[in-house]
């Protein structure tokens, strides 16, 4: 993944969270908030997040493969990129710290500004920025074997799809459309449970 391919994703990332922070005076359907207020309090869960961009023409533009943990206020990210590198993230959401690292070295380094990592690879934090976008339900559907509401709305020139597991509520699935391209991001191979400590230790 190159560095143009990684800029264009995280455009559309941060252009929808600026519209959803200027409208949010908006708010779900009372039906929908009780569900999205589950899937924004989830506090103990792991899974993998698969971020795809294209632009405009459909020409895809690749992606973002990352393995994440959750546990309160704590993150653990591990970024994969296409050739195998990888880079390693801890995050501390009530600190508002983070550290990063890169194998083989995997010394840590405290970095700022850096906040579109937990922004666009949580699951959490996107079903919190969904339910002030006043969104509506549209469908039911199955993703990923899971039973999904599915809701949509639409802010400015972005339109936003997304699928909310009703069993767990959690968000499984995301489409972002802006006029120069589309982000999918994609939730999957999600648990539930106990994660040691020892995951958000620092190398």
Known sequence: MNTKTVRFIIAIVITLLTVLIVSCNNAAPEALS?????ASSVSLVKYDCVITGR?????SRGGIDAKVWVKGNKMRVELTRPEGTMEGYLIDLNAHTMYVWY????????????WEIPNFTSAVLWAKQIAIGNPKI??????????CLVVEFVQGEITVKAWIWKKHPFLVRMEQTITNGKTTIEFKNVEFG??????FERP
């Open 34 to 38: 009780e569900t999205l207020a589950r």
């Open 194 to 199: 106990d994660i040691s400590d020892s995951v």
């Open 138 to 147: 549209v469908n039911t559907e199955t993703m990923d074997g899971k039973a």
């Open 103 to 114: 194998p083989p070295e995997n010394v840590p380094e405290k970095i700022e500004n850096a």
């Open 55 to 59: 632009d405009s023409t459909g020409i």
